[in-house]
Structure formats: C-alpha cells, structure tokens
C-alpha cells in the first residue's frame, strides 16, 4: 500500500466521516493530521494510531496552517470541512506558504461568502433560477426610515411573505423567514430587517413554497461531478416543528433521485450548476475550484427549480449520506481532484438515512441541563456486526475529557443506514440510535413514509 498524509481541518460529523472514508482505502496507508474544532474522540483515535497528529486549532487560519506547517513535509495533501476557514481563505494561505495541495476552493471562488454574489450569477446565468429579490445597503439612504419605505413599497407591491437574509453567512442566525420567524410587517421590520441592514447589505425574497433538497458537485477545476441529491430535514423536531437547526437528518433514494423529484428536476439542477460554475471558470484559474464548489440547496416549485441557497463545501449531514455512498476510494478521487483528472465517481445505487442524536439543549429542547454530559456508544457500535458496512455512526460535536467521552453543545453523533429501501435503511439509523447512551434526543421521522408521502403530495399539488 501506498503511503499518504492527510491534513483534516475538521468540525463534526461532516469531517469524521471524510477521516473513516479515507482509513477504508485499500490502495493507501493513511496517516491523519486533524485540525479540529474539539476534541473529537474519533479523530483523536485515528490520528494516534496512524501515527499522525490532532490538535484543536478551532477554525482560526493562523493555528491551522501553523499546525499544518509542523508537518509539511508528512502532508501530501489536506482537506476543508467547515466553511469558515474556506471563506477565511485557509487554502490561499497554505498553499502560498506551504505548497502543500488544499482541496476546497480559494476564498475568492467562495460563493457562501455572499449571498449577493451568488444571486447575481444566477441572474446572469440561469435567471428563472432567482426568487424574485431586492437588496438593501444603508449606502443607498440617508436614513433608516428612507429604507423602511423602500422596503415597504416594495413589499406591497411583491407581498409580505419574504425571507430576509444577511449578505453574508451568519450561521443560519441572521435569517428569518415569513412564518417560520415573523407573522407580521412590524416583526419583519424590527426583529430582522433594521437589525440586519444596520449590520451591512441584506436581501429580501420572496418566500419560496415547494420541496427543498440539495445537490452537491465535487469537482477538480475542470470537471463538475454531481452526487446523488440530498433531502435534508433542518427543523427540530418532529412533524416540521420548532426552530431551524443545522440538519437533524438527511436521507438519498436511488437512481439519483428523491421519491418527490422530477426527471427534469435532476437535468435542471445540474444544468443551473453547470452555467454556474462556467461563469466561474471564465475568471477561476484551473485549481481554483477544486472541492466542492457548489452545493446548491433547491426547491421544487410550480415555477420550476429555484435556487435558495449556495454552499462552497460538502453539508452537514449531507456529506455523510455522500461519503456512505461513494464506490470509489475517497483518497484516489482527493488525488485525481489535485491532478485535474477527477471526471467521474461511482455511487452504490443504496438508499440512506441519517439521524442525528443531540444535547438536551440543542433546537431550544430545554433551557437548560445540568446533569451528566457522559455518552457511550459501545452498544450502537456493536451494531455493527448485525449489519456491516450498512451502517456507519460518525461522532460530532463530542469531547474527551479526562478520558470520559461528553457531549458538546452542538450535534453530537449521527447514524447512517444504508440499504436498498429506505424503509430498511430508516430502520438501521434508529437502531443504532435507540443504543445511545447518554442524554440526547433526537427526530423520529427522519424518512418516514407518512413524511414521504407529505412530499409528494405537496408535489402533486404544487404542479397542478
């Protein structure tokens, strides 16, 4: 076997799962050097037995490539989970001082960095993909109030039922949304407009009704391949309740497509991608968008796909779904990346659903909790030898301390079965998480075919 050394710059589950893809290579001897958020056990394991390294560094650039710089000559290449340290332009300044190969794209090429951006090459590009849409800057009035006004004749002439969104990322903070975050034009107004703009540019869009999913392109610069297409279930609790998380479950079908999709969904959500990244590549020099340079969250509407958000890196949860699926070795696909020979990834043709298992105060469950943090996965992990390689538990947001494993404050551990239906592959992931020990909670309709069918409904309808 080949030797190689991987820099991860990780942050949860999304990273944990690069890390086990990469060890499962047969073709290559990996030796990990993870820089992390925490003190994930998971990684702290398979950087120690591989020889390597692992230190917190949090996201900060500095601290990761200074870590990275300890090891330059052990690292072949690294990878970015998190998309801070991409917008933060980590891959600009390792591959500057350090020549060693970073997969992900450079800050400039960065679309998460500005929703703006994003919504002006889709105008250029592909424009029936926009929401209809105005941008806010306090740049243009002289007063808040001249800005209200605008905004309020815009609104009656477009309705009320608008998302409003900061320019840039704000972690899912800074947006509210018609009904989900206000139900009146003084809440729109006070709690997210005024705070936004007073903070920089802001967007207002019209509210989109249909099925949201998402679709990830991993590319080397030159090629844009798609992945099987991602339904990712983002409030807390069952039924569609409580507030917007970071993704509570995910789940894939088979033949690249989710059970509520069109044919021309699929040909259409790779056909945006692809005039995207075109207009990208008339400026991008031939690296520049080597990663993930698009992952492009979409809805299903009357009016066609429409685009209502951009990503520069794999999600979370959706990259585990992706890593669970590839048939290929992960470490050759990063090296064919690097080399700009990266035109075609094989997926099992499996469905897949992911749970995730989270603190008791996570999705504003509680208020508070003072009990023990203590997690144990010795009884989901023996899972495994019922079900094999159909099942993969990825660690989070955990630490260890003292040599006891305690759960973060952010999601701490996800389950993946994977199976030919999603019944069977549903059935997996909530085993494993019935085996958890440790005080966490979690959705239990995670690809339940009641919310299955809701979908396809909705679908149904909508088209009429």
């Not at 996201?59 to 970015?80: C, Q, S, W």
């Not at 802001?202 to 610069?221: A, H, T």
Request: one cysteine or more; proline letters at 4%; glycine letters at 8%.
């Amino acid at each position: 076997m080949k030797e190689v050394g991987i820099l991860v710059v990780s942050y949860g589950s999304r990273a944990a799962s690069m890390v086990e893809a990469f060890s499962s290579s047969d073709k290559y001897d990996v030796t990990f050097y993870i820089a992390d958020k925490q003190r994930n056990p998971y990684n702290m394991k398979m950087a120690r037995i591989s020889d390597g390294d692992h230190k917190v560094t949090g996201l900060n650039v500095d601290m990761i490539t200074e870590f990275a710089r300890n090891y330059r000559d052990e690292i072949d290449f690294g990878i970015v989970g998190p998309e801070g340290p991409i917008i933060d332009g980590v891959r600009d300044r390792i591959e500057k001082e350090l020549c060693i190969p970073i997969i992900c794209p450079t800050s400039k090429y960065a679309l998460e960095g500005s929703k703006l951006r994003q919504r002006e090459i889709i105008d250029k590009v592909y424009p029936s993909a926009n929401p209809n849409y105005k941008v806010f800057s306090m740049d243009d009035y002289e007063t808040e109030e001249m800005a209200v006004k605008d905004l309020e004749r815009w609104i009656d002439r477009n309705g009320i039922e608008v998302a409003v969104k900061p320019d840039t990322p704000a972690a899912g903070k800074g947006v509210g949304v018609w009904g989900d975050h206000f139900t009146t034009k003084k809440e729109l107004i006070e709690d997210w407009f005024l705070p936004n703009i007073r903070g920089g540019t802001v967007l207002i869009e019209e509210k989109v009704l249909g099925e949201e999913w998402s679709l990830q392109f991993i590319s080397d610069g030159k090629h844009l391949i798609p992945t099987p297409p991602v339904r990712d279930y983002k409030r807390a609790y069952d039924r569609d309740l409580g507030p917007n998380t970071g993704g509570m479950g995910t789940y894939t079908y088979r033949k690249n497509r989710l059970p509520f999709m069109t044919e021309q969904d699929w040909q259409d959500g790779i056909e945006i991608a692809k005039n995207i990244f075109m207009e990208l590549k008339k400026e991008a020099g031939p690296e520049d968008l080597r990663g993930v340079p698009l992952y492009m969250g979409y809805a299903s509407t009357e009016d066609g796909l429409k685009v209502f958000e951009i990503n520069s890196r794999f999600g979370d949860p959706e990259c585990q779904n992706t890593m669970a699926l590839m048939k290929d070795d992960f470490v050759e696909v990063c090296l064919k990346m690097i080399e700009g020979e990266l035109d075609e990834i094989r997926f099992h043709d499996k469905c897949t659903v992911l749970t995730y298992a989270v603190p008791m105060t996570y999705g504003d469950a509680r208020e508070q909790y003072t009990g023990s943090r203590k997690i144990d996965l010795k009884k989901a992990q023996r899972l495994r030898q019922k079900y094999g390689d159909n099942l993969k538990i990825h660690q989070g947001s955990m630490i260890e301390e003292d040599g006891v494993i305690k759960t973060g404050t952010s999601r701490t551990v996800c389950t993946v079965g994977i199976a030919d239906t999603i019944k069977q592959a549903r059935n997996i992931s909530l085993n494993a998480v019935r085996k958890i020990d440790g005080p966490l909670w979690n959705r239990w309709d995670i690809a339940s075919e009641e919310h299955i069918n809701e979908s396809k409904q909705n679908m149904k309808e909508v088209r009429q």
